[in-house]
Structure formats: C-alpha cells, structure tokens
C-alpha cells in the first residue's frame, strides 16, 4: 500500500555520470514535485509537474530535468553529475484542488 | 521570494514535558502544514490549518494558525521519545502555488 515511492534509496556514483532517479505514486494525484534536501535539512523546491504543466526553479541547474512518462510517474534525470549534487532528494505529490504534499522516503545520492 | 523563519532551530527536552515551536512570515500566507521528518525518511504530514485562527489537533499534537495570517504554531503535549525527529513548517503564500518551507525545528526528547 505505498503511497510515494523512489528508487533507488541510496545512489553513489562518480562526477561526470549521468543518472535517473524514479519516482511512483498510487493515490491518483495530478501534481508531483521534487525537492532538494542540503546536509543543513533545508528543503527546495526543483520543479513541480502535472499533466499541463512544468514549473521549474529558476536556480536549478539545467543538468537535472524531470521526466514523465504518465500521470503516477515522475523521473529525475541529472547529466553530468557534481560534487554539489549529492543530497537526499524527495518526490512528493499533490492531489487536485489541494496544497498537502505527500512525500516519498527519499533518495540519497553521494557524487564522489 | 517568501521566507518562513521557523524557531527554534533546535530543542532539547525531558520526556514529558511539552513543546512549543513556531513559524513567522513577514507575507500573508493562506495555507499552513506542520511536517515532521524521522531520520532517513520523507516528511510526513501532521496538520494542515486553512483558516486564520484555525486550530488543529492530531492525538498529542495542536497547531494553531495565526489570526494576522503571518504566523502559525505547534505544540506537542507530553512528549515521548518517538517525539525525535525534526518538525518542519510550510505555507502557501498568498498568490502562490508552491509552498514554502521552513528551515526546520530539531527535537531531542531527554529519556
């Protein structure tokens, strides 16, 4: 019965690579988001998508971009990964006509 | 863009005891969520407040959101180990559709 869900849990890899992050959710909700969790546990916000449209931060580096194949799925691709990339980064989603977000568990990726 | 200055950054108390935490903003927000996280998980959500003077309450939990709209608090009664983690707080401005997060309150809960 998982609501949000991520894969893979922990990603370690090396600077350069490129790699995607999955992210699932089985409540039926229109919007998904991911977010950027620092080592200082602050959250930001790197886009939020539904099925109309793409919102992107504006300081995110146009190396990540998300990916959504249908409704219950949103992807994190990241080309060219750096040191400064590595965090713990969140799925969330949204149902319609609402603000609560509901997170998945969370990724966390180590560049070396 | 809209900040929330949550406070305090960090707290260390006697299992027992209550808690207070808030979050202020110096803009209107609509929309008030209190999250905790554990570690090694996501957020989960504990309230959501939708009206100026709302209050809200989950078993040991009350949040309440601030009349002027700026400002919104949480309260844990009795704490408990499992209390440990870190809260945080997160609005919908007004006119926005994103929220905003707060930097978050560390808890310790002193056995």
């Known amino acids: 019965d998982t609501a949000v869900s991520q894969t893979p849990k922990y990603l370690v890899t090396q600077m350069g690579n490129d790699k995607s992050i999955k992210c699932e959710q089985n409540?039926?909700?229109?919007?998904m988001y991911w977010y950027k969790q620092d080592s200082k546990k602050f959250l930001k916000i790197m886009f939020s998508?539904?099925?109309?449209?793409?919102?992107i931060n504006e300081t995110v580096p146009n190396r990540f971009s998300p990916k959504s194949p249908d409704k219950a799925h949103l992807n994190l691709h990241i080309n060219s990964l750096e040191l400064g990339d590595s965090a713990v980064y969140f799925c969330?989603?949204?149902?319609?006509?609402?603000?609560?977000?509901?997170f998945g568990p969370g990724t966390r990726l180590t560049v070396t | 863009g809209q900040q929330l200055n949550q406070s305090p950054q960090s707290m260390f108390i006697q299992e027992g005891e209550d808690v207070s935490m808030n979050c202020t903003s110096s803009?209107?927000?609509?929309?008030w969520l209190w999250y905790k996280q554990d570690p090694g998980e996501g957020p989960v959500l504990l309230i959501a407040?939708?009206?100026?003077?709302e209050l809200t309450s989950n078993g040991r939990l009350t949040a309440q959101f601030g009349i002027t709209r700026k400002d919104s608090f949480l309260n844990i009664s009795a704490s408990i180990p499992s209390d440990v983690g870190i809260y945080f707080c997160?609005?919908?401005?007004?006119?926005?559709?994103?929220?905003?997060f707060g930097k978050g309150t560390k808890l310790s809960v002193i056995p």
């Open positions: 998508y539904n099925n109309k449209e793409l919102i």
């Open positions: 803009s209107i927000f609509n929309t």
């Open positions: 969330a989603s949204t149902p319609s006509g609402r603000y609560e977000q509901y």
């Open positions: 409540l039926g909700h229109d919007t």
């Open positions: 997160a609005g919908l401005g007004a006119g926005s559709y994103q929220l905003t």
């Open positions: 407040l939708y009206k100026a003077g």
